[in-house]
């Protein structure tokens, strides 16, 4: 603590820097713009900063924002350059890389502000510039608080604010879109409040759903830019309470509880249609999406949420649907701004954010006719290609075809890259050892931090016999690793059951690899590889990281804090925001289902055996980037947990990014090993907030670890925390 006038002065000032450093920092597009006038790299202020690249891309994006001490160095670089390099033109214009792209071709088409005409582009990047946008007709103003302690879903201070106007300081900042001033969402309440983003509320007159779509569509100035320059701006949605449903003329639960849809002669439905306004196959359900064809380039469609029907998945939202509507606004906002905007479940949205940064198609020039046409967009999925055999599920045509209906196939023709379900009989020397705990520790993201720089097929497998491994080369191997002895306290890193191979089995690259890197001589006897590659997943993971520790950040957990903090800020983070808590929630979820949605399974009790399935129409669906991607998961984690057995510290059960382990004191800090310094075991597993880093999941003392294993025959890491950890991990 300062204790003399002097220091008491530095540290004021210290403030003031930092409180005058918090509105310095310019919008986004002209923090990129700044760099770009001084012709620097993001390469080369991202090692100025010491930071990695993603980060400077995410700054420039507005999706994170610089935390002290990097924001006071960044904003001497953009005061610096803004010297240099003032901004030309008048004060409303928009620099060249700010400007919304216009996406050319059928499958990207650009969304024009209301009321205007699409001009055609010039060429595969040219941005027509964003044309004036009428004011909503209806009134917009402030919402109340939403910290009031009141149980009732509308906020006591609701009718106070209903009767008062907002200003001009009331309302959000301009966004970079004009198009979508008023935010990506809004929640619908039975009054007509729709609540957005920021706290602002827009009055809705409508009572029918027809009229609902057109003043979404019209005034309500809704949605989000493009993720991707080739892909499509996101449609508004609305968010429909109970009360607002009530309103609209919905029944307060769906009768049909298998089809989960309004039948096709509910009066919603055929005023709907009356009005010409279509639904998706999906009919009208928890998620109904109502558009029309588009006319002139110019999209018309509206996504909903039915908050009494389910939309809001309690696995994956928690309470959510129970908030107040203001609250539940920001809540589903900051996920829109973060991931993307909600259009299902939350597996939906994780296969959904993969193809809005990794869109199917481009615009490119018919060199025949001069003119834009939809073409394939390099490194992307763009069509649909069917699995290798050993790759495919059981109910595949390419499966049905060779075998019959309740073949259960051997390792030798079946891909089986599955996380983690193991766990093994305690040793004597372990008994003795007068443990008093079993402490579990999970990996954050797994998954998600197993798809950075993850090297996939893209196109089509092709069938080789007896092919030299290529590490680089994305495919299905089928090789023979049963000889390669190893720790039997370790499960092996070649079957999800940790159980040592018995013969030839298929394998993924990633799990080949890992056995080269082990020592092991590697002949596969056959493989299917894939010859069009990439990393098809970075920018997926990349999003879903930031969001992720911007979230994280929210909950008060930040990089770099000491272990003792970590530990105790994690016990009780969920409890500092549940809004934000629901947030984490909804992100981890998008990434396991997003890696489930790769291979969905049919559905649907009209489903015959050995038929297709509407899933398998879709570019993304791609079982082998799932098990390519597991099978990093896996051996990542073996990897780790190889290194902490070179201290003398082995695991007792793993169950998928969950390890368990015994231990003479409670927590983690009891049993990871350290070097001599002091510092975590270099390789092995790290206390820490970045995914690939571990937190602690729970202890259970070692009598009851010892009959789970011996008396139950049940995986300890599975109940570790207290509840089914199956659950609950990404």
């Known amino acids: 603590m300062p204790n003399d006038q002097d220091e008491l002065f530095a540290s004021v000032d210290a403030l003031l820097e930092q409180a005058a450093a918090q509105d310095a920092l310019p919008e986004p597009a002209e923090r990129k713009r700044l760099r770009e006038a001084g012709g620097l790299s993001q390469d080369q202020v991202a090692k100025a900063l010491s930071v990695r690249r993603e980060t400077i891309t995410s700054w420039e994006l507005g999706r994170t924002e610089p935390r002290p001490p990097k924001r006071a160095a960044y904003i001497r670089l953009l005061e610096g350059l803004a010297e240099r390099f003032p901004t030309q033109g008048s004060q409303g214009s928009t620099p060249p890389s700010a400007a919304p792209e216009a996406c050319q071709g059928p499958a990207a088409t650009p969304l024009p502000p209301p009321h205007t005409a699409v001009t055609p582009p010039s060429g595969p990047s040219a941005a027509p510039d964003p044309a004036p946008v009428p004011a909503p007709t209806r009134t917009a103003r402030t919402a109340p608080s939403s910290s009031s302690s009141s149980s009732s879903r509308r906020p006591p201070a609701k009718r106070a604010a209903a009767n008062k106007r907002a200003t001009t300081s009331a309302t959000p900042p301009p966004a970079a879109d004009p198009r979508f001033v008023h935010g990506p969402l809004a929640v619908l309440d039975g009054d007509g409040s729709a609540y957005c983003v920021d706290g602002l509320v827009l009055d809705c007159p409508a009572t029918t759903f027809p009229a609902l779509v057109e003043w979404t569509l019209s005034e309500a100035r809704l949605g989000a830019p493009r993720l991707h320059r080739h892909g499509k701006d996101a449609d508004p949605l609305v968010v429909i309470t109970a009360a607002a449903a009530e309103r609209l003329g919905l029944p307060r639960e769906l009768e049909d509880r298998r089809g989960l849809r309004l039948p096709e002669d509910h009066p919603v439905v055929r005023h709907l249609l009356r009005a010409k306004w279509r639904l998706t196959r999906r009919g009208?359900?928890?998620?109904?999406?109502?558009?029309?064809?588009?006319?002139?380039?110019?999209?018309?469609?509206?996504?909903?949420?039915?908050?009494?029907?389910?939309?809001?998945?309690?696995?994956?939202?928690?309470?959510?649907d129970q908030l107040p509507p203001s609250e539940l606004a920001r809540v589903l906002g900051s996920y829109a701004t973060r991931v993307i905007t909600p259009r299902g479940s939350t597996a939906v949205c994780g296969l959904e954010l993969m193809t809005a940064l990794r869109p199917p198609t481009r615009a490119v020039r018919d060199e025949a006719t001069g003119s834009w046409v939809s073409g394939p967009n390099p490194g992307a999925l763009t069509e649909p290609v069917d699995p290798a055999p050993p790759e495919a599920p059981g109910e595949h045509p390419v499966v049905a075809s060779r075998y019959p209906r309740h073949h259960e196939r051997t390792p030798d023709q079946v891909l089986d890259e599955e996380a983690y379900d193991w766990f093994r009989p305690l040793t004597d020397e372990e008994c003795a050892q007068?443990?008093?705990?079993?402490?579990?520790?999970?990996?954050?993201?797994?998954?998600?931090a197993a798809a950075n720089r993850l090297n996939v097929g893209t196109g089509p497998a092709t069938h080789v016999s007896s092919p030299a491994f290529d590490a680089k080369l994305p495919g299905s191997w089928l090789v023979d690793l049963s000889h390669l002895d190893l720790d039997p306290r370790l499960p092996s890193p070649f079957t999800p059951k940790g159980t040592r191979p018995t013969g030839p089995a298929w394998y993924a690259t990633s799990t080949v690899a890992y056995a080269v890197e082990l020592g092991a001589p590697v002949q596969p006897i056959e493989a299917y590889v894939r010859y069009e590659h990439g990393a098809y997943l970075d920018a997926w993971y990349t999003r879903l990281r930031d969001a992720y520790m911007a979230t994280m950040a929210d909950l008060g957990v930040t990089?770099?804090?000491?272990?003792?903090?970590?530990?105790?800020?994690?016990?009780?983070?969920?409890?500092?925001?549940?809004?934000?808590?629901?947030?984490?929630?909804?992100?981890?979820?998008?990434?396991?289902?997003?890696?489930?949605?790769l291979r969905e399974r049919p559905q649907g009790i009209g489903y015959k055996y050995g038929e297709r399935w509407p899933a398998l129409e879709r570019p993304t669906w791609s079982p082998h980037i799932r098990a390519e991607l597991i099978g990093k998961a896996r051996t990542n984690m073996h990897r780790k947990m190889r290194k902490l057995a070179s201290a003398g510290v082995f695991p007792v059960a793993v169950l998928s990014d969950c390890a368990v382990y015994l231990s003479h004191g409670a927590g983690p800090l009891d049993f990871l090993p350290r070097t001599e310094e002091g510092k975590p075991l270099p390789g092995?597993?790290?206390?820490?907030?970045?995914?690939?880093?571990?937190?602690?999941?729970?202890t259970q003392d070692f009598l009851w670890v010892a009959s789970m294993i011996e008396d139950e025959q049940i995986n300890p890491a599975r109940h570790i925390k207290g509840s089914d950890a199956a659950a609950g991990g990404e």
Not at 308 to 319: E, H, Y
Not at 575 to 594: H, N, R, T
Request: overall charge neutral.
């Open 434 to 448: 007068g443990y008093s705990y079993g402490v579990g520790i999970d990996v954050n993201m797994a998954f998600a």
């Open 284 to 320: 009208f359900g928890p998620w109904p999406r109502i558009y029309r064809p588009a006319q002139g380039g110019e999209r018309q469609c509206v996504q909903f949420a039915i908050l009494p029907w389910g939309a809001l998945d309690a696995r994956s939202w928690g309470d959510s």
């Open 684 to 698: 092995g597993f790290r206390l820490g907030v970045s995914p690939g880093m571990v937190k602690h999941e729970g």
């Open 559 to 597: 990089t770099g804090m000491p272990d003792d903090d970590f530990l105790a800020v994690m016990a009780r983070h969920k409890d500092l925001d549940p809004g934000q808590a629901a947030v984490l929630s909804a992100i981890k979820s998008s990434v396991k289902g997003g890696i489930g949605k």
